[in-house]
């Protein structure tokens, strides 16, 4: 039974995608049973890295949604409109839908999950997070027996691979930056990756399916590494940690009702031993904490052509293989794991009650009893301090002092902080990052 | 709808099931459609960790298996019979089995799958591989794009514990055994771990998953850590490299009637940034190795009673959705990816013809000129040297000699170390351990 699969787009994804329906042999054998039916493209006369029949290629996507040979429709054009709008359309047509398409999913999932379950269609995407890492289909399909106390990943490859060369060379983020432009590492406006858009992208995505509600993606505290100074990564591992764009969402006790969540986004110190902390380069990892299963680490290419088709034409084989249990689709019913609804609403709280650890660097006088005052204030607004360190500066007369706080609840944190601030020796807050 | 459940053996895992099964809040909302109908017990006296009602024990399993009111059989009392016969007892009754049975699956996988597919049920064994490692459902609903190169993975957590122990504080093999047998970590008759038993079941799985064939169990070559000596876990160190049991299974070249694979279990050298060597104590971790997605790494806990019963639930909870999606299971139709057939026969090749690299201690007279002739050895053999290192050893006069190889073929490489050991001053080859 050939399954007719419709592309929209045909860039570095979708060829990759064209290229492996177009290759069969050695993988598994329903990929012989996919046809490539149609392809929409912008430009039909541009070069590709696939060759393939003249009269695939459309430039009409709708065309390509509503032809009644494609089967299956797969989304990977990128963008929010018109994505959003054919992905739509195709499930109005009864046509389950595959898509690559973090941003549109991080904004609309919701929408487009309830024309989804209305129709009785599979929205399936695996390849929207961590590339060629199975993480989507594990959380919906294998930790279903859990209460997940936690997901939190490094979920973007662009900046992770600024990061590991931040600390592997000491070098300052506009260099390392520049240089990843050049090597095609970072997009000449790399800002949905730098400022930690996308991974807040990504980890709405994994919330919503972790805890099966979905999250309000405009609300995600987000900190990129834009702002990240050298010297942070630098004293960072002096102190056994490396810094990390840490993508977090986690259970904060609450109803039977709601799960309150605490989500967010920002460069975080990792200690050396974390299983987080050796993920290097452009490779994503993502860890998942719930009980009884303990924590569990998916680890791979967060991006690229190829992994990202694995994922893909995975999706589009689980779509076909639950046709042939259905019987063509004519069965309107959906696997409620794979088909993924929302059973429960989240919220999440406001980040003044949530606690963490902290690493905070002042910029202050050289001179005897700074670190005293500062212990005081950290003392009289409940903070507990690991350790206080003082670093070497360049310009005489100055110090810098790096403080690491255990778990503290950030509204006592920010008190502590505006009392140090006040303080006459001390000159700024240069710094302050979430620590685990 | 409730499904029933009929649970065989209420050990470790059995109750971390029930457990689950008795606390759904917070779950996926599918955990609380389940009802644990009757539990298989030896001794319903036997004090449990979970409070179940009487009326639910039975000491007689296949009345478990034959009740009606049991829709799905989960097997986690371990031991080749009678779980086997229960097993194929349920599949004869057309009730889809979830089990945690690596030792039957390994063995009688071929002929469990045979009798599936035939009734048109489910087989399930994701807690046969990696305890709560979500591993078997990604290479079955996630990977299927690849044509698989390799799967690796650290798959047994007792020679894990202590291969790290060994390698962290300088200990001997079994001093740390006997450490791991009295805290727990290892079984009074560890036979099944330490040589490597255990880890050629799980990777006859893997393979057979990962290439679509049956693996041979019995003609796996396998060697654990029994006679590895704390000397080669030192000296690896100090030349960049972590001792690991590894399980691998490799694609060779072949036909496209058969798949050729290498699959193998021994102690093996990584170099210290392989995704593999930071896997300490318990924990397992399976790369995937494929084209186009790249590598991939699964890490987790891979024993205890918490991870395995949440992969037993998972299994549970994907026969449970897809019931619901076929309409209870009247349907006999199966889901090619869920189901997991065979499509295309395996053969391991014969030894001789892989290639490795190696890592060979030989015990030697310390006189001037031995490297040059062990060298010599190597490369009339056509071997090919990457270190050759001499260590300090304690009696005066003799010296040990570690060579590392680059890749080659086993049979040459065979060949060489005959001519060594017919050195004059040459006393043994020590050691001789694979190399990644």
């Not at 993924?340 to 910029?363: E, F, I, K, M, Q």
């Not at 212990?375 to 790096?402: K, M, Y």
Request: with cysteine; hydrophobic share 45%; aromatic share 4%.
């Amino acid at each position: 039974m050939t399954i007719g699969i419709g592309l929209l787009g045909l860039g570095t994804v979708g060829a990759g995608v064209a290229g492996i329906l177009a290759t069969p042999s050695g993988r598994h054998p329903l990929v012989g049973e996919l046809a490539l039916r149609r392809v929409a493209v912008r430009d039909p006369a541009r070069p590709r890295p696939v060759e393939l029949a003249a009269e695939l290629l459309s430039t009409d996507p709708e065309a390509v949604v509503d032809d009644p040979a494609v089967d299956i429709v797969v989304e990977v054009m990128g963008g929010l409109e018109p994505a959003r709008s054919l992905i739509l359309r195709a499930i109005a047509a009864g046509k389950p839908v595959v898509t690559a398409n973090k941003a549109v999913i991080a904004r609309y999932g919701e929408e487009i999950a309830a024309a989804a379950a209305a129709q009785g269609v599979y929205v399936l995407i695996e390849a929207a997070v961590g590339g060629g890492i199975p993480i989507i289909e594990p959380l919906k399909q294998s930790l279903g027996a859990n209460r997940i106390q936690r997901v939190s990943g490094i979920i973007n490859g662009t900046t992770n691979y600024i990061l590991s060369r931040m600390a592997a060379e000491g070098a300052a983020y506009a260099d390392v930056l520049a240089d990843a432009q050049r090597l095609g590492y970072a997009e000449a406006d790399p800002a949905a990756d730098v400022q930690g858009g996308d991974a807040a992208d990504k980890i709405a995505i994994l919330a919503g399916l972790a805890y099966g509600g979905s999250v309000p993606r405009a609300t995600i505290p987000t900190e990129g590494i834009d702002r990240l100074d050298a010297r942070d990564v630098a004293y960072a591992a002096q102190l056994g940690y490396v810094v990390k764009l840490l993508a977090v969402a986690q259970a904060m006790p609450g109803s039977q009702a709601e799960q309150l969540l605490d989500v967010r986004v920002h460069p975080t110190l990792l200690p050396k031993v974390h299983p987080l902390a050796g993920v290097n380069g452009v490779n994503n990892a993502i860890l998942v904490e719930g009980d009884p299963v303990g924590q569990v680490m998916f680890y791979g290419p967060g991006a690229g052509a190829g992994p990202t088709a694995s994922a893909v034409v995975a999706d589009i084989l689980n779509i076909a293989g639950i046709r042939q249990a259905t019987g063509n689709g004519s069965n309107a019913r959906l696997d409620p794991l794979l088909a993924a609804g929302s059973w429960r609403p989240c919220r999440l709280v406001d980040s003044a009650v949530t606690s963490h650890r902290n690493y905070v660097r002042l910029r202050t006088s050289d001179r005897a009893g700074v670190i005293g005052a500062i212990g005081t204030c950290f003392g009289e607004a409940g903070v507990s301090i690991q350790s206080i360190v003082q670093f070497e500066t360049q310009s005489a007369g100055d110090a810098e002092i790096v403080v690491i706080t255990h778990e503290v609840c950030e509204a006592n944190f920010r008190q502590a902080l505006a009392a140090i601030e006040a303080l006459a020796d001390v000159q700024a807050v240069a710094a302050c990052l979430r620590t685990l």
